[in-house]
Structure formats: structure tokens, C-alpha cells
């Protein structure tokens, strides 16, 4: 196999691995980023509603 192809692989690992030691600070970010796009729509639909 070449080095190029060996790329790739390595990236998924490093990704992997990555995930695995760091799922709760990721979890964590993707539920404050849900929070706040949820809040920014309800925002959006009070200012419609209002306007």
C-alpha cells in the first residue's frame, strides 16, 4: 500500500480514537448547539408573531 493510501486510514483512526476519548465534550457541544438553534426559532417565530 502507498503512503497516499495509508492517508486516509490514518485520519479515520485519529478521528476515531478522538471521538472515543472525547464523545462527552462532543455530546455536550452538539446538545448546547441544538439548544441554541431551538431557542433562535422560537426567537424568530415570537418576533413574526409580534411583528
Known sequence: MT???MLPI???L???VLMVTLWKQLLILV???AVM???Y???NVAVLMAG
Do not use: S
Open 41 to 43: 426559532g422560537v426567537y
Open 3 to 5: 503512503q497516499n493510501g
Open 14 to 16: 485519529a478521528c476515531a
Open 10 to 12: 490514518l485520519v479515520v
Open 31 to 33: 446538545v448546547v448547539g
Open 37 to 39: 438553534i431551538f431557542c
